[in-house]
């Protein structure tokens, strides 16, 4: 399920220099963020949204089984897997953070060699995000690989998930659906990071006159690159879900990414690909701004630390 953005595309978006600089105005927009800071405001993002929301996650990874809302354990028990999906929500999100703003100007500088603001061009956050989602994916896979299957019913006890899994399938047990799940995110990152710094320099240029990006804010854009980015890859979501639960209503194993494409399709035709769109649209607008709040209010209190 590919997205395409050909050069014609990017310039349709209008991405245009905007001036982000200090003066006369106060805006840090162009600054390079250090890598301790990128942690510790990666890390609050994380456990911020994983923990507020983690209700409509669970149903809608039941929607996304192919057991069936009910079958999976309906409106019970939605915070089931929530151990799982907490210890693994900091270290992730801080590592995805990491990997972005300490590759966004290598990128900008000797890759793509722009001669522009460090956030004016969108092929850097294309970029950049695309190697923080592969990089995250080897924390991020193995704790949604256990919290699903805990979300589902499978397990009860996050120790008993952990032990099962590795005595079943070994250590590429935790990693299944890892290509599809990086498959997914690629896009999701590809629409989600260009649109949410683009968003945060209009609202800058337009609305704050100049003046730094509130938290809220930048907040704000989030939720609403996340809501867009999150419809358009439903499918890939739906597809990543089904290989990590591993089998079908039946209890029949998928044969891959191909065999699992074939057999949603087969269940209810390319309406299929689009259940719990809704739930999954809605916890990522919400979450974008919880993610989003916690990430630009904390890299807000860390640069006032590091002048203090």
């Known amino acids: 399920m590919a997205v395409e953005l050909s050069k014609n595309n990017i310039n ?3 991405f245009q220099t905007i ?4 003066s006369p105005s106060t805006s840090t927009m162009n600054e390079e963020i250090p890598a301790w800071r990128a942690l510790l405001s990666g890390a609050a993002a994380g456990i911020s949204v994983d923990v507020s929301l983690y209700p409509i996650d669970t149903l809608k990874t039941r929607l996304q089984s192919p057991h069936g809302f009910w ?14 999906a907490a210890s693994g929500s900091a270290p992730g999100a801080a590592l995805f953070f990491l990997t972005y703003e300490s590759s966004k100007p290598f990128i900008h500088n000797h890759v793509l060699k722009s001669k522009e603001g460090l956030n004016a061009n969108p092929l850097t956050h294309m970029l950049a995000a695309s190697m923080a989602e592969t990089t995250a994916c080897l924390i991020r896979v193995p704790t949604e690989v256990i919290k699903q299957r805990m979300q589902t019913g499978g397990y009860d006890k996050l120790s008993f998930a952990l032990s099962d899994t590795f005595r079943r399938y070994g250590i590429r047990g935790f990693y299944a659906g890892y290509g599809t799940t990086v498959a997914r995110e690629i896009p999701f990152s590809f629409i989600q990071f260009p649109m949410w710094e683009r968003f945060k320099l209009l609202w800058i240029k337009h609305i704050n006159q100049g003046e730094d990006i509130k938290p809220y804010q930048g907040a704000f854009c989030g939720s609403i690159s996340g809501a867009i980015a999150a419809a358009i890859t439903t499918p890939l979501d739906v597809i990543k879900t089904r290989l990590m639960l591993r ?4 209890n029949v194993p998928y044969n891959g990414f191909r065999d699992c494409v074939t057999r949603i399709h087969g269940e209810g035709g390319s309406g299929a690909f689009f259940k719990g769109v809704v739930p999954r649209v809605s916890w990522i607008f919400v979450g974008g701004f919880f993610f989003f709040g916690a990430y630009e209010k904390t890299k807000q209190m860390t640069s006032a630390w590091s002048e203090s």
């Open 12 to 14: 349709s978006m209008d």
């Open 19 to 22: 001036n982000t600089d200090k």
């Open 71 to 84: 079958k999976s354990g309906g409106f019970k028990g939605v915070y089931r897997g929530l151990s799982a």
């Open 247 to 250: 089998v079908d209503a039946n």
